[in-house]
């Protein structure tokens, strides 16, 4: 899932000083799980700004944001105060904001979250970064572990020797991936792909920007 953070409320006031009416839009799936822009939070939203003078003419939380077409389909109903908004306002990741950006050129679009990481949630609201999205995956290699995004260092082949009681030089509170790795490569009887060497990352895997259907 996209991991998010709610961004100051104080940023988000002096982006919005010229506008007098707002449209809130959230998400149901990622930003909802991150109580960043589900239903309570842009109830939440609605009374504070509000409470600024701001009239709030609608909010929905999308089934999910960056759907472009979903998203489309599902604010048709919301047209009329989508219309009456001076903005929009939106609770959920960078890739939600710019689904608004896209489907209402003429109207300002302002995000609420800062998007963080792709994440695992492993208790209610608490997150662990697991994915670096870079466009060359090797936990076939490494157990279904990422060393690039869970190694400090985010070394390839094997623990750097700082280690201590299974903990990272870097921080007490971290366990070293490396030795989650060759536990876990250990209890599957896959411990023989620690001796295959893992070849620099090609970071030109990852697509900086893809035409669209108009090759834009």
Not at 73 to 102: H, R, W, Y
Request: charged share 25%.
């Amino acid at each position: 899932m996209i991991v998010t953070k709610r961004r100051d409320f104080n940023k988000l006031k002096e982006n919005i000083n010229r506008h007098k009416t707002v449209f809130l839009l959230g998400c149901s799936e990622c930003a909802a799980l991150c109580g960043t822009g589900g239903e309570p939070e842009l109830k939440e939203m609605k009374g504070l700004l509000e409470a600024e003078g701001k009239e709030v003419t609608g909010l929905i939380a999308v089934k999910s944001g960056c759907q472009v077409l979903g998203t489309k389909l599902e604010l048709k109903p919301f047209k009329e105060a989508i219309n009456k908004a001076d903005c929009i306002i939106v609770m959920s990741c960078g890739a939600g904001t710019q689904t608004a950006a896209e489907l209402f050129e003429d109207k300002p679009v302002y995000p609420a979250n800062n998007t963080m990481y792709l994440g695992n949630m492993t208790r209610f609201q608490v997150f662990d970064e697991r994915c670096s999205l870079c466009g060359e995956c090797i936990l076939d290699m490494t157990g279904g572990i990422c060393p690039i995004t869970r190694c400090a260092k985010g070394l390839l082949n094997g623990p750097c020797g700082g280690s201590q009681a299974g903990k990272c030089e870097i921080s007490p509170d971290m366990t070293c991936a490396w030795q989650l790795i060759i536990e876990r490569l250990s209890k599957t009887g896959a411990f023989k792909r620690l001796e295959e060497i893992i070849p620099p990352k090609n970071w030109n895997q990852i697509p900086t920007r893809k035409p669209d259907k108009r090759g834009k």
